[in-house]
């Protein structure tokens, strides 16, 4: 199975900053690697694909990087609904798909 | 509008059997592969299980292989998880979720969970 690592686990960050969160595979998964963004009670949210593709209606300060087992998610210039959990998934190896542990971004 | 509706979840002990419903409106059910995931209470993200468009190929986590089951009735728009079996860390909220069928094909549009509990 392919481990996705996540990191850091949490974070704090003030409303304007500027972040970003690593994910790393345990072995190279291309690009096949997609963002998720959750919130407390509610289903995750699907925001980037292919790792660097944004997803339609999603805000272009978000953004996705990396190819092969280092990727990251940066997200400028942050807004009060950005805090939540975001989460990292590989689809190159399939059965099993995994997910990162997730990253909780709270504000300062 | 896409949407995903879960339901079948509640109290259950250990040894015992629930099946998991996922309603599905807003899109073409019989073209989509479709997942189940699970999140144990403050935990990350566990794929479950996944079933291609006619519910002829299936897949399963190891945690879960052998206990639960995935099916689909694409004349009602539904996907189902049968599990059995439960064991006290199958406890959690269970999603189902659409294959977006493009790209990484990521999982695009998501319900909002249906708690299972084990426990006796």
């Known amino acids: 199975d392919i481990q996705m690592t996540q990191s850091p686990s949490s974070l704090s960050a003030s409303v304007g900053d500027t972040v970003t969160i690593t994910c790393r595979a345990s072995q190279s998964i291309g690009n096949s690697l997609n963002w998720y963004q959750q919130k407390p009670g509610k289903g995750p949210k699907f925001l980037i694909y292919?790792?660097?593709s944004l997803r339609n209606g999603v805000p272009l300060r978000f953004s996705g990087s990396g190819s092969e087992t280092e990727f990251t998610l940066t997200i400028s210039s942050l807004q009060p609904e950005d805090f939540a959990t975001y989460f990292c998934h590989q689809t190159y190896s399939t059965v099993p798909y995994t997910f990162g542990q997730g990253t909780k971004l709270e504000i300062k | 509008e896409v949407q995903l509706v879960e339901s079948g979840g509640g109290i259950v002990q250990p040894g015992g059997s629930l099946r998991l419903s996922c309603a599905v409106s807003g899109f073409t059910f019989s073209n989509y592969w479709m997942h189940w995931v699970r999140q144990a209470p403050g935990k990350g993200l566990e794929w479950v299980s996944r079933i291609n468009t006619y519910d002829s190929f299936t897949g399963y986590a190891d945690s879960v292989k052998g206990r639960f089951t995935i099916s689909r009735d694409n004349a009602k728009n539904t996907l189902y998880l049968q599990m059995n079996s439960l064991r006290d860390e199958d406890t959690a909220v269970y999603y189902c979720?659409?294959?977006?069928?493009?790209?990484?094909?990521?999982?695009?549009?998501w319900g909002q969970g249906t708690l299972v509990t084990v426990s006796s």
């Open positions: 292919g790792a660097s």
């Open positions: 979720a659409r294959d977006a069928n493009y790209g990484s094909d990521p999982f695009d549009y």
